[in-house]
């Protein structure tokens, strides 16, 4: 199946709208599959993707594929107005993307000798990916594996580190780019313009401290909002001065910011020419944490029990779908149905089992099924070979995601 998300969505049912009525909507929807069982509810990856157009105020957004890893649905929210290019995570993907998609900067950077020796033999690609650099040896990695003399030439746009640097408090963000303020960005600029076969093309500064911290959670709220302000107002000073900056050394096709946490703030800077969002599509729990946007739970995957160790504790098989970051409780899968089951302490989600306990275990039976929600987004792909689609009570369709194209990039 294509997905479309510019269809009309499925009429509004007349029926119970609560979660739970949506659980067990999707519950008969997968009633005919063994599981474990990963499903793309169509109606809610719509409402996402529509939402996060709305939250960008007309700033286009580039689409991060690792938090997708699904081609299908990557081509149906870049088929949406408002939607325009990819963010990649590694090369080898972004050869690959680029046989059918000609908008392509790799988010990160890359020591990847073979794939930089196919960037460099492929005049197409070259023209449709743009590396990441944030440092000179990087350059010095692409001249060893193809010497400017013998390959075209290569863009790249400068990762530009957006973390903020608070009095007392220190280092707020996530530890990317070692180059921070104007001057900085601006010397390592000119210095890839003055360097042969390469082309600066764009700047991307990502602020984690914003984009990926919720400030709803009812736990130390008023202080995650301060920092973001605080954090907020400095950079969108400092980031307007390091465009300022580098547009003197190179004409810039983009400035690119923020990420699903963020697209408000990110979009009314007036340094940004576009916006990143991808976790905001399929929507794991870490983003229910958020004042200025509620998404819909568009991505789920269904375990069965197989086993009950004790009357209010039951066993899932499989269910250790672990995110990306500390290791700590948020990064878990969450059983959000049937209501009430939690994780155990002492043994969380596991490889090949899950526990859970609650009063809702009592009432489950060999073989029934237990709804889970991935924390990120991109960890749910990695394990299943593809995602049944769903609208209301109806399997619609599945789509392939990257491993079951044969693809694990990282």
Do not use: C
Not at 77 to 101: D, K
Not at 222 to 235: F, N, P, T
Not at 382 to 401: I, N
């Amino acid at each position: 199946m294509s997905i479309d998300l510019l269809a009309a969505p499925a009429p509004a049912r007349a029926a119970d709208p609560s979660p739970a009525a949506s659980w067990r909507e999707r519950t008969a929807a997968i009633a005919g599959l063994s599981g474990p069982v990963a499903t793309i509810d169509v109606d809610a990856l719509r409402h996402n993707a529509l939402d996060l157009v709305v939250r960008s105020g007309g700033v286009p957004i580039r689409v991060a594929s690792k938090s997708i890893r699904v081609r299908e649905v990557l081509d149906a929210a870049l088929a949406l107005p408002g939607y325009r290019g990819i963010l990649a995570f590694t090369l080898p993907e972004a050869l690959w993307l680029a046989e059918t998609h000609d908008d392509i900067v790799l988010g990160y950077p890359t020591a990847d000798r073979a794939a930089l020796a196919a960037l460099a033999a492929d005049p197409r690609a070259a023209e449709r990916i743009t590396l990441m650099v944030d440092d000179l040896a990087q350059l010095d990695l692409v001249d060893a594996v193809a010497p400017a003399a013998s390959r075209p030439r290569i863009r790249v746009a400068i990762d530009a580190d957006a973390s903020w640097r608070a009095p007392v408090l220190g280092h707020l963000g996530v530890r990317r780019s070692p180059v921070h303020d104007a001057a900085e960005v601006a010397a390592l600029g000119r210095a890839i313009a003055a360097r042969p076969g390469f082309a600066l093309v764009g700047l991307m500064m990502y602020e984690a401290q914003i984009a990926g911290q919720p400030d709803d959670t009812g736990s130390g709220d008023a202080v995650v909002r301060w920092m973001q302000r605080k954090s907020g107002d400095e950079l969108r000073e400092r980031r307007g001065a390091i465009v300022a900056a580098l547009r003197e050394v190179a004409e810039l096709e983009f400035v690119n910011g923020g990420g699903t946490g963020s697209l408000e703030y990110t979009s009314a800077d007036d340094a940004v020419t576009e916006t990143t969002a991808g976790s905001g599509l399929l929507a794991g729990h870490l983003f229910d944490g958020y004042r200025a946007f509620s998404p819909a739970p568009a991505a789920a995957f269904a375990l069965e029990v197989v086993r009950r160790p004790t009357p209010d504790i039951v066993t899932v098989l499989g269910g250790g779908w672990i995110a990306s970051g500390p290791p700590v409780a948020s990064r878990q899968p969450a059983p959000v149905w049937p209501a009430g089951l939690h994780t155990l302490a002492r043994e969380g989600a596991g490889e090949v089992q899950t526990p859970l306990q609650g009063d809702a275990a009592r009432a489950l039976s060999i073989g029934d099924r237990v709804w889970f929600r991935h924390a990120k987004s991109g960890e749910l792909a990695e394990r299943v070979d593809r995602y049944h689609l769903t609208s209301g009570d109806r399997l619609v369709g599945e789509s392939a995601t990257y491993r079951g194209e044969g693809k694990s990039f990282l």
